[in-house]
């Protein structure tokens, strides 16, 4: 019960760090909490990365208050792939992007070092963007820039064989937290857990199923070398 009781307070804790930063950015993001939370829970089924690192690069991000709307969504997806990309944790690779973004002439600096050079009409027209006030002109260019380098690189790992133990082990800590939770909370034991357990059984069933049809081609193969 232990594991699961840090679980639970390590997500309680990270929603409040959020919330918190939230309300102190007057929601110039442009998105509600809640929404914030769906965003992190869909990201971790499609990358394997867990949400509770995901929501400490949202938390990140929301302090940069000039990343908002659709900017936002496609620099946090760009920093899992940041963060994919060099084996980096989340936070440092959303703290990346929300420097780059805030300032899209040096933010070219900041990525050429890790994703390679930028072109000089890049570099140019970025520059000439930010001095007339075309920051959204500015910041697209930047996210166009890294997309061009490595978009979809997490959600490309998620799909893949690589992540099953990273999955095994969020299935698991979304057990753990879910047990954590107290039978007062509807969303908690009298519910939260039975999806978390659909969830885990949901992944056994899915490599079960993989092994199985491994297993058949393996023997298709040998019969038709015999």
Do not use: C, H
Request: a negative charge; aromatic letters at 8%.
């Amino acid at each position: 019960m232990k594991e699961s009781t840090d679980a639970g307070r390590e997500a309680e804790l990270q929603n409040i760090k959020l919330n918190t930063v939230l309300q102190a950015t007057g929601m110039v993001a442009g998105f509600t909490s809640s929404r914030l939370s769906e965003m992190a829970e869909g990201l971790e089924k499609s990358t394997a990365i867990d949400s509770e690192k995901i929501k400490q690069g949202i938390t990140t991000l929301l302090t940069f208050k000039n990343v908002q709307g659709g900017m936002f969504e496609r620099a946090l997806k760009l920093s899992l792939d940041y963060a994919r990309y060099t084996g980096g944790d989340v936070v440092s690779a959303t703290r990346l992007f929300g420097r780059a973004l805030e300032s899209p002439e040096q933010g070219f600096q900041m990525l050429t070092r890790t994703l390679g050079r930028a072109t000089e009409a890049e570099i140019k027209l970025t520059k000439e963007m930010e001095q007339t006030g075309d920051t959204i002109g500015a910041q697209t260019k930047i996210v166009e820039f890294a997309e061009g380098k490595m978009l979809g690189l997490a959600k490309a790992i998620g799909d893949s064989a690589v992540s099953a133990a990273e999955r095994f082990s969020r299935a698991w800590s979304n057990l753990m937290k879910e047990l954590a939770k107290s039978p007062e909370d509807p969303s908690g034991a009298g519910g939260g857990i039975y999806g978390a357990m659909s969830e885990w059984l949901d992944f056994f069933t899915k490599k079960q199923k993989e092994a199985r049809e491994s297993e058949m081609f393996d023997m298709m193969q040998a019969y038709k070398e015999d």
